[in-house]
């Protein structure tokens, strides 16, 4: 195996040894063995108690104290801030992309990383990002359902689980871990603002509370609840379009943070109803209502043939899309232990995301006069329903010095997706601008089961040696059977280094969403370099017209991971890690690009789809690699009986190459068409359109109740593809600082601070992707484009 070469500022962060996510420790005197300084964890093993520094795959541990010290306004762009592999952009104009925000884990697809809650798998949303953004074709978990004052700790696991975890798990496993017991909490409020740069505002007001209580002597329950209020940030340039616009030279477009408003919950239970039988049960809720506009309707581009569109709108109107999200989930269960040893957890968990969509300010040109300017435009529900038995015990065997941890389990999962059509007028003709509705073609519910088994072994097999191995079969009734392998490995060198190794294949189930997701958009192609509006209809894989158009039955992606690095903990307190990896994918499902032409239009004419300029599908077209190196690590220093200081840094190097590209099916021929199912965009999104490097160092001091934070990252460059090489534009290297002062006074902690703290954009689009100079910012950029964000923050503990 072959891997690329890190950049050199990677060779030079290793040799510093500097610093990395390992933020569990604390930044007292350091015991002599590593064992001893680092969390246990739960994720990516099954034994009681394995560490950070003695797991044998590469994995992060973010405390409460670490997303507190981001001043992020939502976890996403905290996880962004401490986590170098993690990539969060924000874009905008992008439909329910706006609403519901994909983030991704070393550069591959945001449904390719797998979300636990306490364990348990968390649902995906139920809106497919069908625009030009980062996760294009995906529906991955949203991540800012999650109320930040609820977690106890994070876990993530760098590395493929699928054997482990099922479906999803080929970058990597978020495990969120929820706050528990009877006693603790709190009470915060913050104030954010964004810079006053080009009319941006993205004013932030944030207010939570949390608290643990007794259920008599068996049992607690943890609540948990937040509230959001952000005001939405414009960057968009004045409109020159049309000279003779009424107007002409006025800012039209809303470009930047949507309005904002969200609720979160939490809870988290347990009771002991005997000795041997616990009951424990959490739930997650969260409510989100996003207004974000689309592109603005110039007079001058409807005025000659939509008379009643002008009476309505004299200057033009620019469409407001208004998402209603409801995001829940709910997991009880039984686990204790049995006489002959055996410890057991039985589950069940049920979940689903609600995405309603309204439009205001908007027309239906093909109902003239007796258009609304207002429309339903439909529901998406998405539900997943799992069942689970899980066993396991350490068996003593005569030749192991050590227990063989021994666990399996049965895994029984439903899944189903429902399109609900929007009104008559949001569907009628052409349909409603902006969002044309779900039509009655559209609507319905989908849904197929899966059945798992798994088995899990692990050892220390000395001092110095551990190993596992995993492996896992699914059947699913929508595609059939797949089995998924793991062996792990740690050899302990001495107390200060060791090496550590993983194997594996793994694989991702088609979604639902990518199955069924049927729906009509007007979308802003790049054609020759120029953004024009195309009317565009995403069909199922088993749809007549998607089938001509070369659509097939979709696939599970199909993935083999192989990682190796090296483990440093020195007496000193330092812990480093250097790891790296690669990851292959066959058979990747992509959104193919977006069809249009004559050829097209005319081809879904002949069948009965008229008033569509183009259309697309989910096809497994792609093969890729991956491959990169992480590295991480914590270094603490005393300074004295009451002042510390702890560096913590990362960096991520990673390179996605295309291996191969299936070739159009016949079908394209049949249909007199020559267009790449694959385009050249389309390959821009897999392989250029986030940074390769990110590299952060961050330093914690600390004298008697006053803590000083700051954290300098630089994110380094990408490439967005346009339709042909001369709209191609890369996007410069950037360094963001981000600063913060606290002061401990009784049991309150106050805090004042500032995310890019410089006033950092990213480079400006270029003519070919400015719109005119509309959208001045790239859609892409890996820290958004409002500037800087100034906050404060009040919090009361007990």
């Known amino acids: 195996m072959r891997f690329a070469p890190a950049p050199r500022h990677a060779v030079l962060f290793a040799a ?44 992060d541990v973010l405390t409460p104290k670490d997303l507190e010290q981001t001043g992020a306004p939502s976890l996403a762009q905290a996880l962004r801030t401490l986590l170098p592999s993690f990539n969060f ?79 999803d798990a080929i970058a990597g496993v978020i495990n969120i871990i929820l706050k528990g017991g009877n006693h603790g909490g709190s009470v915060s409020g913050t104030l ?15 207010g939570g509370a949390d608290g643990g209580f007794a259920l008599g002597q068996k049992g607690w329950i943890y609540l948990s609840a937040d509230y959001t209020h952000q005001d939405p940030t414009n960057l968009a340039g004045p409109d020159l379009r049309y000279p003779t616009n009424p107007t002409y030279g006025q800012v039209t477009f809303h470009y930047g943070i949507p309005l904002l408003k969200q609720k979160n919950a939490a809870i988290n239970m347990q009771y002991d109803l005997t000795p041997q039988v616990q009951f424990y049960a959490f739930s997650v809720f969260n409510k989100r209502n996003v207004s974000a506009g689309g592109f603005f309707r110039s007079l001058s581009a409807y005025s000659a043939s939509n008379p009643a569109a002008v009476a309505v709108y004299p200057a033009g109107y620019l469409p407001i899309e208004n998402s209603s999200i409801l995001d829940t989930s709910l997991v009880a269960g039984l686990r204790g232990t049995v006489l002959d040893g055996w410890h057991y957890d039985l589950s069940y968990n049920t979940g689903g995301n609600h995405w309603k969509l309204d439009t205001s300010n908007t027309f239906n040109y093909s109902l003239g006069a007796a258009s609304p300017t207002g429309f339903y435009i439909g529901t998406l529900l998405n539900r997943e329903d799992v069942l689970n038995a899980d066993f396991n015990k350490g068996v003593d065997l005569s030749w192991l010095k050590n227990p063989l941890t021994v666990a399996w389990g049965l895994e029984h999962r439903k899944d189903s997706f429902t399109i609900k059509q929007g009104d008559a007028a949001s569907y009628a003709g052409a349909g409603a601008q902006v969002f044309p509705g779900y039509q009655p073609l559209d609507a319905g519910t989908h849904s197929r089961h899966d059945n798992a088994a798994y088995l899990d072994l692990e050892t220390d097999f ?34 200060t280094v060791a ?275 509309i959208l001045a910012y790239p859609n892409s950029s890996p820290f958004g484009f409002s500037g800087a964000y100034y906050y404060g923050t009040a919090t009361f503990r007990w």
């Open 89 to 167: 952009p924000q874009p905008s104009v992008t439909d329910g992309t706006d609403a519901i925000q994909p983030a991704q884990l070393r550069g591959l697809s945001p449904d390719e990383t797998l979300v636990l809650i306490n364990g348990k798998r968390q649902h995906t949303t139920a809106i497919v990002n069908v625009n030009g953004t980062l996760g294009r074709g995906s529906s991955p978990v949203d991540l800012n359902a999650i109320p930040m004052n609820a977690i106890a700790r994070i876990e993530v696991l760098r590395d493929g689980a699928a054997a482990q975890y099922g479906s």
């Open 16 to 59: 510093l040894a500097a610093a990395g996510v390992t933020h569990a420790q604390d930044a007292k005197q350091q015991p002599t063995k590593a064992k001893e300084l680092q969390t246990v964890v739960v994720t990516g093993t099954r034994m009681a108690d394995r560490t950070v520094a003695y797991s044998m795959a590469p994995i």
């Open 192 to 206: 954010g603002q964004y810079s006053k740069h080009d009319n941006a505002d993205g004013r932030t007001a944030q």
């Open 462 to 495: 000395n001092d110095q040696l551990s190993g596992g191995f995993a492996v896992r079969h699914e059947n699913y009734s929508d595609f059939g059977s797949t089995t998924s392998w793991k062996f792990s490995g740690r050899y302990g060198f001495n107390d």
């Open 499 to 773: 090496l550590r190794a993983t194997a594996s294949t793994g694989f991702r189930a088609p979604s639902l969403q990518q199955e069924w997701y049927s729906s009509t958009a007007i979308n802003f192609v790049n054609v020759g370099n120029t953004l024009v509006p195309f009317t565009i209809r995403t069909f199922p894989v088993n749809n007549p017209a998607a089938v001509a158009l070369g659509a097939q039955p979709l696939q599970p992606e199909k993935s083999h991971n192989y990682s190796i690095g090296l483990v440093f903990t020195p007496q000193s307190g330092l812990y480093a890690t250097v790891d790296l990896y690669q990851i292959s994918i066959d058979n990747r499902i992509i959104l193919s690009g977006n069809l249009v032409g004559t050829a097209v239009q005319n081809y879904l004419t002949s069948v009965g789809i008229p008033f569509v300029s183009g259309g697309r599908f989910f096809t497994n077209a792609v093969s890729t690699r991956t491959r990169g190196v992480d590295v991480v690590g914590t270094y603490p220093v005393q300074l004295g009986d009451s002042s510390t200081l702890k560096f913590t840094g990362g960096l991520n190097y990673n390179k996605t190459t295309i291996l191969s590209i299936a070739p159009n099916p016949p079908q394209l021929g049949l249909a007199g068409l020559t267009l790449p199912v694959i385009d050249r965009t389309n390959q821009g999104y897999i392989t250029n359109s986030t940074p390769k490097d990110k590299v952060f160092l961050a330093a914690d001091w600390s004298l008697g109740s006053w803590r000083v934070h700051g954290q300098a990252t630089r994110y380094g460059t990408w490439t967005i593809y346009g339709s042909t090489p001369s709209g191609d534009q890369t996007y410069g290297a950037k360094v963001l600082l981000d600063a913060s002062v606290s002061y401990l006074w009784n049991n309150w902690d106050f805090t004042v601070g500032a995310n890019n703290l410089t006033n950092q954009y990213p480079d400006q689009n270029n003519a070919a992707n400015n719109f005119g100079g």
